[in-house]
């Protein structure tokens, strides 16, 4: 996708990074775009699988015709659908994370590898089925990671799937989160357009491309 280098190559290495996207959005494009881009640019990447959410990606992608780079993925809850190189399992406890069990799985990968690219998908699962004291904990877990210079996170959440189910939510993470961008289509285009950037000159960016383009 062209154009979106430009976003990618604007973040920096410690930001939290909130992508809200509209179910109808195709976020699996966006996701192989981020995946294309560090792998062209000797990033490795690792994906925060939560309840299966990276598989049923790959899949729509290889419904399209296309496939993914080879990465690196932490299982979180789900089941015994496989994608990526699985390098860590997380049970999922009553619906909770444990993030320190998150820390020790990765402690290898973070070893022996530099800075890395880190998309989580599916967090929008976890909160739909959670209470407002464990939506507060998991948003103050997640603010714990801000600034650490391993990494980029990228979150990708379906927005149309948090507000039905616990609007304050998006606000909460916003709040948290170094960069908010929206993932949508329109017409017969994909935006990103970006609200809060720690590098000002991503702000107010919109970032667009055919969604015909896409598909060859």
Do not use: C, Q
């Given at each position: 996708?062209?154009?979106?280098?430009?976003?990618?190559?604007?973040?920096?290495?410690?930001?939290?990074?909130?992508?809200?996207?509209?179910s109808n959005s195709y976020p699996?494009?966006?996701?192989?775009?981020?995946?294309?881009?560090?792998?062209?640019?000797?990033?490795?990447?690792?994906?925060?699988?939560?309840?299966?959410?990276?598989?049923?990606?790959?899949?729509?992608?290889?419904?399209?015709?296309?496939?993914l780079p080879e990465v690196t993925v932490i299982?979180?809850?789900?089941?015994?659908?496989?994608?990526?190189?699985?390098?860590?399992?997380?049970?999922?406890?009553?619906?909770?994370?444990?993030?320190?069990?998150?820390?020790?799985?990765?402690?290898?990968?973070?070893?022996?590898?530099?800075?890395?690219?880190?998309?989580?998908?599916?967090?929008?699962?976890?909160?739909?089925?959670?209470?407002?004291?464990?939506?507060?904990?998991?948003?103050?877990?997640?603010?714990?990671?801000?600034?650490?210079?391993?990494?980029?996170?990228?979150?990708?959440?379906?927005?149309?799937?948090?507000?039905?189910?616990?609007?304050?939510?998006?606000?909460?993470?916003?709040?948290?989160?170094?960069?908010?961008?929206?993932?949508?289509?329109?017409?017969?285009?994909?935006?990103?357009?970006?609200?809060?950037?720690?590098?000002?000159?991503?702000?107010?960016?919109?970032?667009?491309?055919?969604?015909?383009?896409?598909?060859?």
């Open positions: 996708m062209e154009g979106l280098e430009s976003f990618f190559s604007g973040l920096k290495f410690g930001e939290t990074v909130l992508v809200e996207y509209a699996e494009l966006l996701l192989k775009s981020l995946t294309d881009f560090a792998s062209s640019n000797g990033f490795r990447v690792l994906v925060d699988d939560i309840l299966d959410t990276y598989p049923s990606l790959v899949m729509s992608l290889e419904v399209l015709g296309l496939s299982k979180i809850g789900g089941g015994k659908r496989e994608a990526g190189i699985t390098i860590g399992r997380i049970e999922v406890d009553k619906y909770s994370i444990s993030f320190g069990h998150y820390e020790n799985s990765i402690s290898k990968f973070r070893e022996a590898n530099g800075p890395y690219f880190n998309p989580v998908v599916g967090l929008h699962k976890i909160v739909m089925v959670s209470s407002r004291r464990e939506v507060l904990s998991l948003l103050t877990s997640i603010s714990g990671f801000v600034g650490d210079d391993r990494r980029i996170a990228i979150y990708f959440i379906n927005e149309d799937a948090v507000e039905s189910s616990e609007p304050a939510f998006l606000p909460m993470f916003e709040e948290i989160a170094t960069t908010v961008a929206e993932w949508y289509l329109e017409g017969d285009e994909l935006v990103l357009a970006v609200y809060k950037a720690a590098n000002p000159e991503l702000l107010g960016k919109e970032y667009r491309v055919k969604v015909s383009r896409l598909f060859k």
